[in-house]
T-cell receptor, first 115, second 110 residues
Framework: DAGVTQSPTHLIKTRGQHVTLRCSPISGHKSVSWYQQVLGQGPQFIFQYYEKEERGRGNFPDRFSARQFPNYSSELNVNALLLGDSALYLC??????????????FGPGTRLLVL | KQEVTQIPAALSVPEGENLVLNCSFTDSAIYNLQWFRQDPGKGLTSLLLIQSSQREQTSGRLNASLDKSSGRSTLYIAASQPGDSATYLCAVRNDYKLSFGAGTTVTVRA
């Protein structure tokens, strides 16, 4: 079975532009979470979606938004890009949403560079 | 707010030596604790998951312990190999999210 997949693998944008990152969860998983990992730091939680509804949001500005589709895939959108948005964006999936003891499975990430 | 700390930040050992990686967290109301491995520029690979009711978990050369009351976990890697060189991250789950430490970068010298 395929694991969590993310696209694109790498992306270069300039300040002020908009970007869309995509994630497909493991088959049968209904929950997707997004994390931002800046170089040298641990990942920071951005969003969790379960059954197409937002279940949790981290401390990120409104420039960050996401959605989940009926097939449980997800998009992360970032508007008005800043240099500080340069990071590895990770997607994780689980079968259920919150209050679960499941393992979270992570994708390979999308490396975003903002110039 | 959950704070996760990993000590040391970096570790260099000769091949064959045992590794001990430490993780501490401030809020003991966790669902589980997960140890991950991350190779440079790559995603996260789950190594071990310890449920909040468990004290330890083992997989091959890896053993992780959890003391929830004191907010501590330790990852032991026996008989280290050069292929174990990577960054190791611990993460605790509260409700819907994982909170991560900054990681311990391990170098195993051949």
């Amino acid at each position: 079975d395929a694991g969590v997949t993310q696209s694109p693998t790498h992306l270069i944008k300039t300040r002020g532009q908009h970007v869309t990152l995509r994630c497909s969860p493991i088959s049968g998983h209904k929950s997707v979470s997004w994390y931002q990992q800046v170089l040298g730091q641990g990942p920071q939680f951005i969003f969790q979606y379960y059954e197409k509804e937002e279940r949790g949001r981290g401390n990120f500005p409104d420039r960050f938004s996401a959605r989940q589709f009926p097939n449980y895939s997800s998009e992360l959108n970032v508007n008005a890009l800043l240099l500080g948005d340069s990071a590895l964006y990770l997607c994780a999936s689980t079968i259920q949403g919150a209050r679960t003891q499941e393992t979270q499975y992570f994708g390979p990430g999308t490396r975003l560079l903002v110039l | 707010k959950q704070e996760v700390t990993q000590i040391p930040a970096a570790l260099s050992v000769p091949e064959g030596e045992n590794l001990v990686l430490n993780c501490s967290f401030t809020d003991s109301a966790i669902y589980n604790l997960q140890w991950f491995r991350q190779d440079p520029g790559k995603g996260l690979t789950s190594l071990l998951l310890i449920q909040s009711s468990q004290r330890e978990q083992t997989s091959g050369r890896l053993n992780a312990s959890l003391d929830k009351s004191s907010g501590r976990s330790t990852l032991y890697i026996a008989a280290s190999q050069p292929g174990d060189s990577a960054t190791y991250l611990c993460a605790v789950r509260n409700d819907y999210k994982l909170s991560f430490g900054a990681g311990t970068t391990v170098t195993v010298r051949a």
